[in-house]
């Protein structure tokens, strides 16, 4: 089983130095990048970095990767959430995540 990744926003990105974390966003870009500027749920902007060139992405993306100490992630994988995505929904969510984390980070 895969270790648990919290959902962050940009406003954590400090506290989760070196640690791998899943990140929401918005991308204004639906070209090929292999780096971009995203719009966090938290309304902060978050640069991104993949490792292959990205391609075919919605605006509203979930990203899996690495926080690194220049606050950029590195991004190793990205879903697409579609067209529309309501981030007050989903930073609600979070804070039950962050309020009541056991059900979420699954049997160690």
Known sequence: MDAHKP???GKE???YTDQAVILVG???SNTAFQGATVLA???VQVEVD????QSDLSPFIEITGK???SGRVEGW???NLGEAFDFDTYEKARAVIRK???PFVGAD
């Open 50 to 53: 993949f490792s292959e060139q």
């Open 67 to 69: 926080v690194l100490a």
């Open 13 to 15: 990105l400090d506290d």
């Open 41 to 43: 749920s938290d309304g």
């Open 7 to 9: 959902r962050i926003g």
């Open 100 to 102: 009541y984390p056991q």
């Open 77 to 79: 994988a990205v879903a």
């Open 26 to 28: 918005k991308t204004d």
